[in-house]
């Protein structure tokens, strides 16, 4: 079983930063990539980002490229989300997820480790 907890949601105006963690215990050496998604009231769990635990490569939803960076502390057991220059419409419950499986996936199902979320508000 692996537990993940996410810190760092706060309340930040247009054109902020924050910086997003996500520490895993249990038994995080099963987990070969990490990521983050966001869910906004009324809308649908949607893929921000994600890397692998192999080769630490990278992948983005296109309204993530070139704001927001994923990264990992020395081991997959800390994951961190660097969003710049937020927006509003960035405003939501961000969940650290992790997965099992050897491709990144953003489909929800396809992660099987999900974090309680934190929340991220963004005033314009």
């Known amino acids: 079983q692996v537990e993940l907890v996410e810190s760092g949601g706060d309340v930040v105006q247009a054109g902020g930063s924050l910086r997003l963690s996500c520490a895993s215990s249990?038994?995080?050496?099963?987990?070969?990539?990490m990521g983050w998604f966001r869910q906004a009231p009324g809308k649908e769990r949607e893929f921000i980002a994600a890397?692998?635990?192999?080769?630490?490569?990278?992948t983005y939803a296109d309204s993530a490229k070139g704001r927001f960076t994923i990264s990992v502390g020395n081991t997959l057991n800390t994951v961190y989300l660097q969003m710049n220059n937020l927006e509003a419409e960035d405003t939501a419950v961000y969940f650290c997820?992790?997965?099992?499986?050897?491709?990144?996936?953003?489909?929800?199902?396809?992660?099987?480790?999900w974090g309680q979320g934190t929340q991220v508000t963004v005033s314009s």
């Open positions: 249990g038994r995080p050496d099963s987990v070969y990539c």
């Open positions: 890397i692998s635990g192999r080769d630490r490569s990278t």
């Open positions: 997820a992790g997965t099992t499986l050897r491709f990144f996936s953003p489909n929800r199902r396809d992660w099987y480790y």
